[in-house]
């Protein structure tokens, strides 16, 4: 049985974002934290402002669609249909930079906007989008090495920032060729997920707040990937 306890309650009075609770009643610990999340969900509606680079790619629309799901007030736009200046003026609090065909070199300005705003925002590379992140931070990228088209591995992780309360193995999906290789990688990029045979499938930076995922957690061959773009936003 849920506990309970008294806390100041069930009228709920609404003033703009806010929700207000009056008269003290007995109400359960469920109640409170749906009411909890709630106002989590408004207070990400309102605050969040992202900046999706879409490579060119069909899975960008589902990590559009995904993290408007979550809350977020999501801006698209292809990978040549922005410049640095243009995506500074929106002020974005988050940058996701997407999967796409092809290598970095590829991915138009994605790799500029990686740099530009590497020490100002929460930035997620997922799929292209990680590959980019290692290549823009002086690392390489290199043959995977199984192709993974559409297939699941399960992988392991550090259970930190995007992957706090995500069981560890989990299951992923990907669609890669390519990969990070790890002889290459920055000092200033830790490997935070592996597969069970020491394939890169996510970077971190240890100071900026930046991730990338080789895997697609957009992907409905990943159960748990709502849950790691829910974390994205709380970074």
Do not use: W
């Not at 590959?131 to 090495?145: D, M, N, P, R």
């Not at 990029?189 to 499938?201: K, V």
């Amino acid at each position: 049985m849920a506990d309970k306890k008294k806390f100041s309650k069930f009228n709920i009075r609404r003033q703009g974002n806010l929700i207000t609770l009056v008269d003290e009643v007995e109400a359960s610990e469920d109640l409170k934290k749906i009411l909890e999340r709630e106002t989590h969900e408004r207070h990400l509606s309102v605050i969040n402002r992202m900046l999706i680079i879409d490579n060119f790619d069909s899975f960008t629309y589902n990590l559009v669609q995904g993290f408007r799901s979550l809350g977020a007030k999501v801006n698209v736009y292809r990978n040549n249909a922005i410049d640095i200046e243009s995506a500074k003026e929106l002020q974005p609090s988050h940058l996701v930079v997407s999967p796409g065909p092809g290598r970095p070199a590829d991915a138009g300005i994605s790799m500029d906007l990686i740099k530009a705003f590497a020490s100002e925002i929460p930035i997620l590379g997922v799929c292209l989008g990680h590959q980019c992140i290692v290549e823009a931070l002086g690392g390489e990228i290199t043959y995977a090495k199984q192709l993974m088209h559409g297939k699941t591995s399960v992988i392991e992780h550090d259970q930190k920032s995007i992957f706090t309360n995500l069981k560890s193995p989990m299951v992923a999906g990907r669609y890669h060729s390519l990969a990070a290789d790890e002889t290459t990688l920055p000092a200033e990029l830790e490997i935070s997920a592996t597969t069970t045979d020491n394939e890169i499938m996510a970077v971190r930076h240890t100071t900026y707040s930046i991730e990338g995922v080789q895997f697609h957690p957009e992907s409905v061959l990943t159960p748990d990937g709502e849950h790691l773009m829910s974390n994205f936003l709380k970074i």
